[in-house]
């Protein structure tokens, strides 16, 4: 089973994968200062027994805050992180959170994991309880900013493919698309996660013309709807799931609250959002 959280979450991005026989996957550590939301409280609430991996996706401030304090947190309540997966090309001294990582977790992440001759690019690919998480990147000092050193993850499990790209823009996306492994993982794609919470920075037009997904999924805070435009873009690339399991073909937190992607053994996959329930 999986069952994919991604949380309307007004610091960062947040999302937890959760593979069953209390196992998760944490991707960011946002958190909600209108709701109360905090990851570390969730997992707890879940009876989460070993975060297995904790991905730390992008390195703007907004998503590093709290990240101390999640480990911390973690530590107290005696919450096991397996490890963590971050960008392997950057100085965590230059991103204030990531040193409290790498030193109480490390990083499992390395450069020479798999090598990619047709565009010098490195990537990393496991498997965690049936679900197949693969991790590309640019390097510093090719890129120097936050955005573009993000973490992308890739998530296949069954009939779900879903990429979490992180806050990546343009000349950021454009480079890792040089990769043959990385189209070849963006053609599978049916589950999309808008870059940068769907802001224009975010948005390559040329990863559409691999990727014809489902669904894209926007998360946004509640001060920051989606702009007509990009809700036209990411309408016009989406192309609606089958056999009703979701009448939209963009999902926002902004609109819809906490989103949740799950399946069971053999049963057809299902949306769940706090407003309805598509399946």
Known sequence: MIEIKIFNVNHGFCAAINTGEHHTMLIDSGYNSHTGFQPSQYLIQQNCKILDCFVIPAYGDDHLEHTSDLIKECLIYGLPINFAVINPSIDPGRFPGLDAARQRVGNVLKFSANW?????????????????????????????????????????????????????????????????????????VNLFVASDHGREDGYCPEVFDYCRPELIIVSNTSNQPLSPFMMQQYNKHAKGAPDGICNKKVLTTYEDGNITISKYLDRLRQINTQQKVFQ
């Not at 496991?126 to 390097?139: E, G, K, P, S």
């Not at 009939?159 to 189209?183: A, S, T, V, Y």
Request: aromatic residues 16%; hydrophobic residues 40%.
């Open 116 to 188: 990619h001759p047709e565009c010098q690019k490195v990537s990393e690919i496991m498997t965690i309880h049936d679900v197949n998480v693969a991790f590309f990147w640019n390097n510093y000092p090719d890129f120097k900013d936050a955005h573009n050193l993000s973490l992308v993850t890739f998530v296949s499990y069954r009939d779900i493919n879903i990429i979490f790209p992180g806050d990546l823009e343009l000349q950021g996306w454009q480079e890792l698309l040089k990769c043959d492994d990385f189209r070849y993982r963006l053609k599978r």
